[in-house]
């Protein structure tokens, strides 16, 4: 009876560790405006979802590909921990504020967001601007309910090889990616369509 009560508190201390060292990561002191910090490489499991993005609960038990370990600020100055998106497919929309292309998607991606929100999360990441005109977009296409990673330093866009607005990288439930490049509004609705019923 003593052995279990011990295994049983030794347990629970062990997770409230875990939780505090997750609930540690964050972008690295020191870092430019707009930094995205890799996620702990002992991290294997998410963190607690951040209200930037609400995760199911089947999310907490999956494990974290490379391709979500990271975390970062939106560009309302929330935390981002992209390991809560684990265990879905994932859509990372790659824009700028003065891109016209970017601009002629924002209203797809504006509308069908919020419908896949909990399936499949869409999350731009912005970039080649200033933050000023970055709200400014969000404001202007109405897609303040869509989780925008605020991405001035670039450090996203290096690490999924971006070279250009407007690019779309969608990951599948494992973080693969299976879609790297321009989609236009129907070809994005579709892919979203899909990964849903998927």
């Known amino acids: 009876m003593r052995t279990a009560v011990r295994a049983t508190a030794a347990a629970v201390l062990a997770a409230t560790l875990a939780a505090a060292t997750a609930c540690a990561a964050g972008p690295e002191g020191g870092a430019p405006a707009g930094a995205v910090a890799p996620a ?10 951040s ?81 000023k005109a970055m709200t400014s977009f969000v404001t202007e296409f109405d897609l303040g309910g869509t989780t925008q990673i605020d991405d001035r330093a670039g450090v996203l866009w290096r690490r999924f090889k971006v070279a250009e607005q407007s690019t779309f990288v969608v990951l599948d439930r494992t973080g693969r990616v299976v879609h790297k490049g321009f989609l236009d509004g129907e070809a994005l609705t579709r892919q979203v369509e899909t990964l849903a019923r998927g």
Do not use: H, M
């Not at 702990?40 to 979802?49: F, I, Q, R």
């Open 51 to 131: 209200p930037a993005v609400a995760s199911p609960a089947s999310a907490s038990l999956a494990s974290v590909p490379a391709t979500l370990s990271f975390t970062g600020k939106t560009l309302d100055g929330t935390a981002f921990n992209a390991a809560t998106l684990a265990g879905r497919p994932v859509v990372l929309w790659f824009w700028a504020p003065w891109c016209a292309t970017c601009a002629s998607q924002a209203w797809t991606v504006a509308e069908i967001a919020p419908a896949y929100r909990d399936t499949v999360p869409v999350v731009g990441v912005a970039g080649l601007g200033e933050q």
């Open 40 to 49: 702990s490489p002992a991290l294997t499991s998410p963190a607690p979802a």
